[in-house]
């Protein structure tokens, strides 16, 4: 076998499993504190909810229902909706809520994307805590006030909260549900000890206004500006921190397709904003962030998705030349059929490798639904898809490399 | 950043040590199979031996008694060592996913040899006793591009699982160098891999099912021979 084929399963096993083992230390260390509120020292600062909106007629009442009914005073709650140019009823439920004393109306008259609202609310805003939301998003009524206690540390930058999906119906929600409790979720909280928070998830979360001010705003020109704005504190030198106490719940891609192109748009956003700030990588002064999450992270993928693709090949090849020997005795399927008992000595290392790696993954999740109180039976489905999910990472990042690297145009939507 | 560090430092310590857990696991395993190679390799010796005495005994004592002996014995050997070949094969390979390892070299070449040993054995008995079993030789190697070794091992492993007890079939290595297999190439005057042998007559080159079916079937009849192609 060739060698460089067994170092790549090395490599990306040891890596992997790295990653596995410390997340499982820092779940044990601190499993005390994960769900830890912290009260804030000004009392009920002004914060406002900028809540941009692309034709969510279907979901967008539930977003800012969910908004008024908040357990924050709100006096002291600003609502900024953005439609950005709907072509559905989006405006129009919107200016229903135009009398409201708390919230405040923008019409784009044509589709600008995202950052671009989102810069438009913060430069209506005079408030000192700015939240972004999306339209399909609801949040629980104490989201804000258990998030904005981490802001106490004046190095906190922006504050992430844990995402659920909401109402998982079908097999892919509830797949999803699993990897946005476990991926968006527990993990962001595991990366907020070691200051390696990456994301500041669109459907919910808070950052201090004058950083954002500060740093320019979010990015129009990026795909991924929650993931953007997230690399550029990070740069700035700020802290990103998760409350898992508190909850939003969203909806997610109900089909593969729409799925596909969810994650084509993210996982190509990340590699373009891993390009722009290449710089991080490896700097000492961006910390655990550029010298051990950056390198690791995409290390593991860049591997991975090489492991993936040699393996693929080696198997299908494999296949094909098995297939294409059986013409050589007329096809006489029946003749192979052998019923000896598997041989254990004929086991190979790579099998031991590959059980391993499953068998740490499969420990990652169910501690991660313990210390998350979610119930294993409830969702088992769910557990047993994201288990097997890994083979779809791999399309969507090999469609997202080939995106990024032939410039093909990817859509927000 | 000391917390960190020493995170860090663990988390390398627990994975490293998972790491040596499964290496040395496939040490142990790596142990078993060359455990169970050689007890085979023994149990074939032994009935090697057994062969030969009672070869021994066919000089002194005459054909009649210990031809019956020796007939059984054959049939037993001759799958003992088809089996033996493939899990030679089936160990190096699982283990040369982890390091080359000699040890299956050496025994390749000892199976080849005790392979040669028992043709001339089954030569010898098969005009004394008149034992009907068709004798095959095939020759492999490293075959050029176009060489087919491989599919001509895939489809005379298929035949000799379909008519096993019809016909004697031992495979020789050509890459181990051993001058036992120089000679057998010499006297059947073979220049090209795969080839194949039968009763003396040497067929060089790749030939499928149907082909080989026929050579065979020219040379005896076989339960596999379609009746217009049985030998008259």
């Not at chain 1, 019923?339 to 290392?349: C, H, M, R």
């Not at chain 1, 068998?359 to 313990?370: D, E, M, P």
């Not at chain 2, 917390?3 to 078993?32: E, H, M, P, Q, W």
């Amino acid at each position: 076998m060739n060698i460089v084929y067994l170092s790549l399963v090395y490599t990306v096993w040891f890596m992997s499993t790295y990653f596995i083992i410390l997340y499982l230390l820092i779940f044990i260390q601190k499993r005390s504190v994960f769900y830890k509120n912290i009260e804030l020292k000004e009392g009920k600062p002004k914060i406002t909810v900028i809540l941009p909106a692309f034709n969510e007629e279907d979901t967008i009442k539930a977003s800012i229902h969910s908004l008024l009914s908040m357990d924050y005073p709100q006096e002291r709650l600003e609502i900024i909706l953005v439609n950005d140019g709907s072509t559905d009823r989006t405006g129009e439920v919107m200016e229903e809520y135009r009398d409201v004393e708390n919230i405040t109306v923008v019409n784009n008259k044509v589709n600008q994307g995202k950052a671009r609202c989102l810069n438009k609310g913060l430069e209506l805003s005079r408030s000192r805590y700015i939240a972004c939301m999306d339209s399909d998003s609801r949040i629980k009524p104490d989201a804000i006030e258990k998030s904005l206690g981490f802001f106490r540390d004046p190095d906190v930058g922006a504050v992430t909260i844990r995402i659920d999906v909401h109402e998982p119906r079908t097999l892919l929600e509830k797949i999803i549900g699993v990897e946005y409790a476990i991926g968006l979720s527990l993990t962001l909280k595991a990366l907020s000890y070691i200051n390696s928070i990456h994301v500041t998830p669109g459907p919910f979360s808070i950052y201090r206004s004058d950083v954002l001010r500060e740093m320019g705003g979010f990015d129009e020109e990026s795909i991924t500006e929650d993931l953007e704005i997230a690399y550029r504190l990070q740069e700035h030198g700020y802290r990103i921190e998760n409350c898992l106490s508190t909850r939003v719940y969203t909806t997610v891609p109900r089909d593969l397709k729409s799925l596909y192109n969810q994650r084509i748009r993210w996982y190509s956003g990340a590699l373009q904003t891993v390009y722009k700030y290449k710089k991080l990588m490896f700097n000492r002064e961006n910390g655990c962030f550029g010298m051990f999450f950056l390198p690791f992270n995409y290390g593991v993928i860049l591997l991975g998705l090489i492991l993936f693709l040699s393996s693929l090949y080696m198997t299908s090849s494999n296949i094909y030349t098995r297939v294409s020997y059986l013409g050589f005795i007329d096809y006489d399927l029946m003749s192979l059929i052998n019923f000896e008992v598997i041989d254990p000595l004929a086991i190979s290392i790579l099998y031991l490798f590959a059980v391993s790696s499953i068998g740490a993954s499969i420990v990652l999740t169910l501690v991660s639904f313990r210390v998350l109180h979610k119930n294993i039976k409830k969702n088992l489905t769910g557990l047993v898809g994201f288990i097997l999910f890994f083979i779809l990472y791999q399309v969507f990042w090999l469609g997202s490399f080939y995106s990024v690297l032939f410039n093909r145009e990817i859509k927000w939507r | 950043m000391e917390v960190n560090r020493r995170l860090f430092l663990t988390a390398g310590i627990i994975t490293a040590l998972i790491f040596t857990s499964i290496y040395s696991l496939n040490l142990i395993l790596g142990d078993k199979r060359e455990d169970a190679i050689l007890n085979r390799m023994e149990e074939i010796n032994e009935e090697f031996s057994e062969m030969q005495t009672i070869t021994y005994l066919m000089r002194v004592y005459g054909e009649n008694i210990t031809c019956i002996a020796l007939r059984e014995q054959m049939s037993y050997l001759d799958e003992k060592i088809w089996k033996l070949g493939e899990k030679i094969d089936s160990y190096r390979k699982v283990t040369e996913e982890f390091s080359s390892d000699p040890f299956y070299i050496n025994q390749k070449k000892r199976f080849n040899r005790q392979e040669v040993v028992y043709l001339t054995m089954m030569r010898d008995m098969k005009e004394k006793c008149g034992i009907d079993q068709l004798i095959v030789l095939y020759f492999y190697g490293k075959c050029d591009e176009n060489g087919k070794c491989d599919e001509q091992s895939f489809v005379l492993t298929y035949i000799n699982k379909k008519i096993d007890p019809e016909i004697a079939l031992y495979s020789f290595d050509t890459d181990l160098d051993l001058p036992s297999i120089d000679i057998l190439k010499t006297i059947y005057n073979i220049t090209e891999l795969p080839a194949i042998v039968v009763e003396d007559e040497t067929y060089e080159g790749f030939h499928d099912r149907g082909k080989l079916e026929e050579i065979l079937c020219s040379h005896q009849n076989l339960s596999i021979c379609k009746p217009d192609k049985q030998v008259k």
